[in-house]
């Protein structure tokens, strides 16, 4: 660590960090988490009120947090900037798609390596991501592209190759021009493939969000949370699980979803056959202020995933409130803060691993929310006997949906 703090032309973000972190480590200075865990929430918080513009935040969370707390633990920094990126007014700037992109021709593929912590980037990117975009682009204008490797083992990249990868990506999947367009105007990509996050403008109209909540019996009529999942401790929302061979309408509309969601998490993940077997679609209501749902992975955080595990979330957000409600990433280090009607969809299986697609919804402060989200998980995972059950949902639907083949058509039965 302190040799890259040596090194020539770190990114000064980082080597400021690295260097805190191991100067600290190195006097073994007392330890206070809390006290440093406080530090370091009321100099983030105050940063994303107050920092200009083009300043660092790491720089002025540096200033203002009295003593170094490079080295807390990364739950405690992610809840602390959760809590802070939910503050701030602005969301994240969605990747520049039209940007050109000269030098990630794979025979230039050469990329400067910074070893980096991971609360770095946290800290760089969560809050105030335009503040970090600016340096990063000075980087990547004098030394190409940068690809940040993070202690945890997970590496990902920055926005400075993200539109290269997207476009590599594009390439790959050897789409037209005219497929690829639809995708990417109005829509906003706010991390490319492996592990995107997406958001469609304006996915579901008011009318389909209507016919969702009437099938659930209306706002006030949404049950409080299961047990197991107690009030108060990571989610405060009421919620309602719309079962599909209950509510067989459903089925065209989650095939939508699943399209457009297959679209961003490549085309052998996802498969309709999941609807068929797969999880009902949930309603969730955030109706008071301080409704929200604490950081959380869909699927398991970092883990290889079972047979039945989920790989991939869309999310409508069929009313926005007033204030609040955001949805951040920790791990993308994103705040969405979406519209009535669009849907964001997010996939987490990369390289055979669940991805720490760790999330929170912010607390509703003014006004209510409710969404639609739809869990996925990938085919082919299914037992035998999972598909069994399907032919044998799908042979009976096909019975009771009468004359009207759309419902089976569009879980492939
Ligand atoms: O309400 C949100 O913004 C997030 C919801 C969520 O994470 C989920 O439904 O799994
Ligand atoms: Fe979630």
Not at 105 to 125: P, Q, R, Y
Not at 251 to 271: C, I, K, P, Y
Not at 384 to 390: G, I, K, L, V
Request: net charge negative; charged share 20%.
């Amino acid at each position: 660590m302190v040799n890259s703090c040596d090194g020539v032309s770190l990114q000064p973000l980082l080597r400021m960090a690295s260097c805190a972190a191991a100067a600290q480590l190195a006097r073994a200075e007392r330890i206070d988490i809390q006290r440093d865990l406080a530090d370091l929430a009321l100099a983030a918080a105050e940063c994303v009120e107050h920092a200009p513009a083009g300043t660092a935040l790491m720089q002025c969370v540096a200033q203002r947090s009295p003593g170094p707390n490079w080295w807390l633990p990364k739950s405690m920094y992610d809840e602390a900037l959760r809590n802070a990126s939910c503050t701030a007014a602005s969301g994240s700037i969605p990747l520049q798609v039209e940007q050109p992109c000269t030098s990630c021709g794979e025979d230039k593929t050469e990329k400067s390596t910074v070893e980096a912590c991971f609360l770095v980037i946290l800290l760089a990117e969560t809050i105030l991501l335009r503040h970090v975009l600016h340096l990063i682009t000075e980087v990547s204008r004098h030394q190409g592209p940068v690809l940040i490797h993070c202690n945890s083992g997970h590496h990902r990249s920055v926005l400075a190759v993200a539109s290269c990868h997207l476009a590599r990506w594009l390439a790959k999947r050897e789409m037209s021009d005219e497929e690829v367009l639809p995708l990417l105007s109005g829509n906003k990509i706010y991390r490319p493939p492996p592990d995107p996050v997406v958001l469609w403008k304006r996915f579901a109209s008011p009318h389909e969000c209507d016919a969702l909540l009437e099938l659930a019996g209306g706002l006030p009529h949404l049950p409080a949370l299961a047990a197991g999942a107690p009030q108060g401790t990571i989610r405060r929302s009421l919620s309602k699980a719309l079962h599909w061979d209950h509510h067989p309408q459903l089925a065209a509309f989650q095939a939508r979803m699943l399209a457009a969601a297959q679209n961003w998490t490549g085309e052998d993940r996802l498969d309709p056959s999941v609807l068929a077997i797969g999880e009902p679609m949930n309603l969730a209501a955030y109706l008071n202020p301080g409704d929200e749902y604490r950081s959380h992975c869909d699927g398991r955080c970092g883990a290889r995933p079972s047979a039945q595990d989920r790989i991939a979330t869309s999310i409508i957000y069929c009313q926005v409130a007033d204030e609040g409600g955001h949805t951040t990433f920790s791990n993308g280090h994103l705040k969405i803060v979406p519209e009535q009607g669009d849907m964001l969809t997010f996939g987490y299986l990369v390289d055979g691993r669940i991805s720490l697609e760790e999330h929170s919804a912010c607390p509703v402060r003014r006004g209510q929310k409710w969404i639609a989200t739809q869990w996925y998980r990938a085919a082919g995972s299914y037992a035998t006997a999972a598909r069994a059950a399907e032919a044998e949902f799908c042979a009976e639907s096909e019975k009771r949906i009468d004359g009207d083949g759309r419902a089976e058509r569009a879980v492939s039965c």
